[in-house]
């Protein structure tokens, strides 16, 4: 199925990052969130960045209104009628995915495909909540989406052949590059970071090194674009310890234990870049 139409449920930085690729690469986009100001703000958001590519001379003027033109806001899930694919990206709690996607399934013509931006939570147990469980992925885009190059495709038990390959096409249409793996905890990206940003923690936690150290011996002794504990910042704070809780209860294991430090930072607010503290603090 070549697809043309999606819609993306949740406006907020995955969200939006998300419809802006889709827009930008030609698809139609129901842009939908719960009211008008969150979709409002995920669009000027997507403005902002798109001017900014036309600003360095990388995108012109005109492509810029077609992309926006591509966008249509929505406030409810009565309009996946109209597409080909959906893709949730709301906040990670199990019990608001499963009343999505049982909404979306009533909606979205049968032939639909959807999918979830989940970065932990099992696509099994979301597909199980919808009539069309063959039907349902995981799509794991990269924070920021219009710049990290991977698409985790997740097929879950249930994910037939057909919705693999139409979404793989659709992950190399933004020009992405996806990257098949099957549904287990934080599944190979988060399973792999999470327990690194974990020990960067552990090793402010002991003493051994200040934040600044622990990332300068990542980003200069082992390349990373940012040290983890910029990376965590930049993640959210809060979202590390649900994604290391996930895999903590997925396995059962003492190494996925969160670090008693980031349960603090998070109990405090200290979220990360968007509370303006985590382990640096921003204006
Ligand atoms: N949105 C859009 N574009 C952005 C951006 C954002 N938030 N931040 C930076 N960029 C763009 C810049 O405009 C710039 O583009 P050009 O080269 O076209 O001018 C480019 O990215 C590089 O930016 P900078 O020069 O300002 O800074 P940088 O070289 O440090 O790169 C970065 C910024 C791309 C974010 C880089 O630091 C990086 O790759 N960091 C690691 C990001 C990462 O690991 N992401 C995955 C997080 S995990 C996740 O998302 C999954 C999960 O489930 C938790």
């Not at 996607?101 to 939570?121: G, M, V, Y």
Request: glycine fraction near 8%; charge should be negative.
């Amino acid at each position: 199925m070549s697809m043309q139409t999606v819609m993306v449920v949740g406006a907020g930085q995955m969200g939006a990052g998300i419809a802006q690729v889709h827009a930008v690469a030609g698809f139609h986009v129901y842009f939908n969130d719960l009211t008008e100001e969150k979709v409002t703000a995920g669009r000027q958001g997507i403005e902002k960045q798109l001017q900014r590519q036309v600003d360095k001379g990388r995108m012109e003027q005109d492509a810029m209104q077609d992309a926006l033109g591509r966008i249509t806001p929505s406030t409810s899930l009565e309009d996946a009628a109209n597409v080909d694919l959906c893709i949730e990206a709301a906040v990670e709690q199990m019990e608001i995915k499963k009343k999505i996607f049982q909404e979306l399934d009533r909606h979205a013509p049968t032939t639909a495909i959807l999918a979830t931006n989940t970065s932990s939570l099992p696509i099994t147990e979301i597909a199980a909540e919808t009539n069309r469980p063959a039907q349902v992925i995981g799509m794991h885009f990269m924070n920021p989406v219009p710049v990290m190059k991977l698409v985790e495709v997740i097929r879950g038990l249930q994910t037939n052949e057909d919705t693999y390959k139409d979404v793989k096409a659709a992950a190399e249409a933004l020009g992405k590059t996806p990257v098949e793996v099957n549904d287990a905890p934080g599944f190979v990206s988060n399973r792999v970071l999470m327990p690194m940003i974990n020990e960067a923690i552990c090793t402010v936690n002991e003493g051994i090194a200040a934040p600044e150290d622990v990332d300068q011996v990542m980003t200069l002794g082992m390349n990373q674009p940012m040290g983890p504990l910029t990376l965590a910042d930049f993640i959210g704070l809060d979202t590390c310890l649900y994604i290391m809780e996930v895999l903590h209860e997925g396995f059962g294991e003492d190494k996925y234990r969160p670090s008693p430090l980031l349960r603090k930072y998070v109990k405090a607010g200290w979220l990360g870049r968007k509370s303006g503290r985590g382990f640096y603090v921003y204006n």
